[in-house]
Each structure stands twice: as structure tokens, then as C-alpha cells.
T-cell receptor
């Protein structure tokens, strides 16, 4: 089963409202990446975080990596209809010895205009 | 520059039939991945190649699934025989491989959607 969990599974917001998705791992992650998948599309890379406590911003998106490197969050300020899609976190689990990303189950965002 | 190319985009077969998916990664990307994505779920790794070597195939159901990456470029994923539960999207991704425990950014193809009847 998946060792990287995301909440919520689904969120419906009005355009202009903020949105946050949370990612939690049962084990320490060497790094965390975030991907966006539009309906009917494929995952597209957004960002990578490597350092404990790291915060990165991309316009209205703010990404955070927890101090213990077991959790992460993505916050979108003032959502737009173009933000619609499913957001996945993905990390390399340090206790597996496998250098491959384990994806979370994703948070599906719907934005009402 | 062309992205990761997969074919076919869609495939409908009856159970117990064989099926094959093809992937052409981005030029110069030595790491290639096959992921399986069920509806409403995140991608799950099936196999990872470094050049032509399968370095992580622990999640590949080897009784019916096989993969190859001849010459370290294109790759083929085969299922024989297919079962109803194999209906899913099969995603191919490539990367430059990263360093240490980091994978680098993954570039995904459009995926091959399999329906087993």
C-alpha cells in the first residue's frame, strides 16, 4: 500500500478562495516533489524540495517541507479556474533503499467560477 | 524538443489476451520508469531502468508482466495474459537520473489506457 498519504482527497472551492493540501509520510523522505495532473492529462512536475524546513514559492503557490522531512504542504492563494486538477506529492522513502518516487493518493481540486 | 512518447493511447482487449505498450523517452534521459495509475489514485511504480538495466522491478508482477529496454532507449511493457484487474493507465516517465538518493524531475508521457473486458 501507499506509504505517502494526502489530505483532503477532494476539495471544492469558489474562485478566489485559498486551498491547501497536506502530504504525510510514514518514513523520512530524502526529498519531496509536487506534480499537477489536469483531468485527462498526465502528471506535470511543479517543484522539488530537499532541505528540512524549506519553503519555496511559485507565484500564487507556496510549497513547504517539514522539519522532520516527513510531511509537506502546497498552498494556493486566490485560486483560479486554471488551478483545477489533481495535485500529487511524491517522495523518495529513505528506509527502502529504493531511489524511486512514491506518490501520494492526490488531492483533487475543483474551482467554481 | 519532443517529450516522452507512448503508444497506443488506448487499448481494449478481452481477458486472457496479451497486450504491449511502447515508450520512447526524452533523448538523453538514461532513467526510464513504468508506473501504473488506477482511477483516483496516484501512480505506482512498476519498474525502473538505468540505461538498459532494470534496477528496481520489485513491484512488477512477474508472473504476467514483463518489460525490456533494449539499447537503453525505447522500452516495452507487456502483459500476458491480461486480467480484468489490469484495467488502468500505464504511464511511462523518464529523467536524467538525479544524484545520490534524488531522482530528478520526472517527465511523463500521455499514458496508455488499458481496458480489459
Amino acid at each position: 500500500g501507499q506509504q505517502v498519504m494526502q489530505i483532503p482527497q477532494y476539495q471544492h472551492v469558489q474562485e478566489g478562495e485559498d486551498f491547501t493540501t497536506y502530504c504525510n509520510s510514514s518514513t523520512t523522505l530524502s526529498n519531496i516533489q509536487w506534480y499537477k495532473q489536469r483531468p485527462g492529462g498526465h502528471p506535470v512536475f511543479l517543484i522539488q524540495l530537499v532541505k528540512s524546513g524549506e519553503v519555496k514559492k511559485q507565484k500564487r503557490l507556496t510549497f513547504q517541507f517539514g522539519e522532520a522531512k516527513k510531511n509537506s504542504s502546497l498552498h494556493i492563494t486566490a485560486t483560479q479556474t486554471t488551478d483545477v486538477g489533481t495535485y500529487f506529492c511524491a517522495g523518495v522513502l529513505m528506509d527502502t533503499g529504493r531511489r524511486a518516487l512514491t506518490f501520494g493518493s492526490g488531492t483533487r481540486l475543483q474551482v467554481q467560477p | 524538443e519532443a517529450g516522452v512518447v507512448q503508444s497506443p493511447r488506448y487499448k481494449i482487449i478481452e481477458k486472457k489476451q496479451p497486450v504491449a505498450f511502447w515508450c520512447n523517452p526524452i533523448s538523453g534521459h538514461n532513467t526510464l520508469y513504468w508506473y501504473l495509475q488506477n482511477l483516483g489514485q496516484g501512480p505506482e511504480l512498476l519498474i525502473r531502468y538505468e540505461n538498459e538495466e532494470a534496477v528496481d522491478d520489485s513491484q512488477l508482477p512477474k508472473d504476467r508482466f514483463s518489460a525490456e529496454r533494449l539499447k537503453g532507449v525505447d522500452s516495452t511493457l507487456k502483459i500476458q495474459p491480461a486480467e480484468l484487474g489490469d484495467s488502468a493507465v500505464y504511464l511511462c516517465a523518464s529523467s536524467t537520473g538525479g544524484s545520490g538518493s534524488f531522482t530528478g524531475e520526472l517527465f511523463f508521457g500521455e499514458g496508455s489506457r488499458l481496458t480489459v473486458l
